[in-house]
C-alpha cells in the first residue's frame, strides 16, 4: 500500500477577503521509504499539500490518507521540517532536541540518551550544552532535524528546509539530511522552489503548475543522480 495518499483533494481557504482556492482535484501518493519532491511557482499549492498531509488543514473535497487510513489531525508518525527552526532561545540545544518527546511524555534516561546520539550524528556532539543563538544557521536546521527524528516519525514533511541558507552549508546539509532519513528507511516530502535540490534529494519530482494544485509533470530521478 502507499504512505501517503492524496485521492481528489481540492482546497478552498475561506476569509473575509472570499475564497481562494489553493488545491483542485489532485491526486498523488507515495510509497513507504519514498522521497517526492514538489516544485512549482510560488502560490501553487505546496505548504497547503503539506498541511493536508500533517493534519493541520481538512480537505474542502477529496481524502488524504496516511498508510490507509484518513488523516483526522496531527500524528506522531508525522515530521515536519520548515525553513525557520523554531528553536527555543532559553532552552539549551540538548533540551531543544528533546521536546519532543517532553510533549509526548516519553522525557526518559532512554530517551535523552538516543537524543545526544542523535546530537552526534548529525555533528552536533559538542553543542548539546550550548544555547540557539551560539550556532550557525546550518547547524540550527540540524538540531531541528534531530527534533523531529527523535520522536521517530515514520513520515517527514520538508518545507522549504534550506532555502534560508548558504549554498555551500545547504549542499551539505541536502546531503546529511537526505543520508540520515534514507538509512531509517522514513518516507519524505520536500517542497523547495529549488530544481537542482529537487533532483539530488528525491525518488520523484512532481511539478505543480501556476493552476492550484495541479500536476504538471512527474520526473522519476534515477538512483545515480542524487547526491546521496
Ligand atoms: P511560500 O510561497 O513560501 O509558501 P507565501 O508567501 O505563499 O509563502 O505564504 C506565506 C504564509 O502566508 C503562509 O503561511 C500562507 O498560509 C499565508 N498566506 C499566503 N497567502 C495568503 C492569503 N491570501 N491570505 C492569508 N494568508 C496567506
Ligand atoms: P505555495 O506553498 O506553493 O507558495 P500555498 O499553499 O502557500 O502555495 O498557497 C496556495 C494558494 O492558497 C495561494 O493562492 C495562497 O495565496 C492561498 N493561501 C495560502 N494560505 C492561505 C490562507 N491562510 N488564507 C487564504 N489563502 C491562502
Known amino acids: 500500500g502507499n504512505m501517503l495518499e492524496l485521492i481528489d483533494v481540492s482546497h478552498v481557504y475561506v476569509n473575509?477577503?472570499?475564497?481562494?482556492?489553493a488545491v483542485e482535484q489532485l491526486n498523488m501518493a507515495v510509497r513507504p521509504g519514498e522521497f517526492v519532491a514538489l516544485v512549482g511557482p510560488s502560490g501553487c499549492g505546496k505548504t497547503t499539500i503539506l498541511s493536508l498531509l500533517a493534519g493541520l488543514l481538512f480537505p474542502t473535497?477529496?481524502?488524504?490518507?496516511?498508510?490507509?487510513?484518513p488523516v483526522t489531525g496531527p500524528s506522531p508518525q508525522v515530521g515536519y521540517m520548515l525553513q525557520q527552526d523554531y528553536l527555543f532561545p532559553w532552552r539549551t540545544i540538548r533540551d531543544n532536541a528533546a521536546i519532543g518527546l517532553e510533549i509526548a511524555g516519553r522525557r526518559t534516561k532512554a530517551a535523552l540518551e538516543a537524543v545526544d546520539r542523535l546530537l552526534e550524528e548529525l555533528g552536533l556532539s559538542g553543542a548539546g550544552g550550548r544555547y540557539p543563538h551560539e550556532l550557525s544557521g546550518g547547524m540550527r536546521q540540524r538540531v531541528a532535524l534531530a527534533r523531529t527524528l527523535a520522536t521517530e516519525p515514520e513520515v517527514m514533511l520538508l518545507d522549504e528546509p534550506f532555502s534560508?541558507?548558504?549554498l555551500h552549508i545547504k549542499l551539505q546539509l541536502e546531503d546529511l539530511v537526505q543520508e540520515t532519513l534514507r538509512r531509517r528507511g522514513k518516507t519524505a516530502v520536500l517542497v523547495t522552489h529549488d530544481l537542482a535540490e529537487a533532483a539530488a534529494m528525491s525518488d520523484r519530482v512532481?511539478?505543480?503548475g501556476k493552476q492550484p494544485g495541479r500536476i504538471l509533470r512527474e520526473l522519476d530521478i534515477p538512483e545515480e543522480l542524487r547526491s546521496a
Open 61 to 69: 473535497r477529496g481524502s488524504v490518507l496516511l498508510a490507509g487510513v
Open 164 to 166: 534560508a541558507l548558504d
Open 206 to 208: 512532481i511539478v505543480l
Open 16 to 21: 473575509d477577503q472570499g475564497a481562494s482556492l
